[in-house]
């Protein structure tokens, strides 16, 4: 069974950092992808960031060159380093196993985080 526990978030700053982490209970998802997506209010869930079990990375375009997707198996726990937020990033960020690396739909994703709020200030 694959479960997935979250943490990272918080309140800060425009142009400020967080890092989020989604960690497992057990090696059960090293074959698996790792996605982040967020749900702002209002808003329609997007797509963020992918990894692969073999570590190949996408992101949207919306935060190329900001944020950092990577995994660490070793302590069976994903990351997502944010740089540079800004008021637009605010979001619940859940992250999820399984789906597709190519087309990471949501719906394709079958194991799901609890979800964490960033709320980026002006």
């Known amino acids: 069974q694959v479960q997935l526990m979250q943490s990272g978030g918080g309140l800060v700053q425009a142009g400020d950092s967080l890092r989020l982490s989604c960690a497992t209970s057990?090696?059960?998802?090293?074959?698996?992808?790792v996605a982040w997506f967020r749900h702002a209010p209002g808003k329609e869930r997007e797509f963020v960031a992918v990894v692969s079990w073999t570590g190949s990375t996408r992101y949207a375009d919306s935060v190329k060159g900001r944020f950092t997707i990577s995994r660490e198996d070793a302590k069976n726990t994903v990351y997502l380093q944010m740089n540079n937020l800004s008021p637009e990033d605010t979001a619940v960020y859940h992250c999820?196993?399984?789906?597709?690396?190519?087309?990471?739909?949501?719906?394709?994703?079958?194991?799901w985080g609890q979800g964490t709020q960033v709320t980026v200030s002006s």
């Open positions: 999820a196993a399984g789906g597709n690396f190519a087309v990471p739909t949501a719906r394709a994703f079958t194991h």
């Open positions: 057990g090696r059960a998802f090293i074959k698996s992808n």
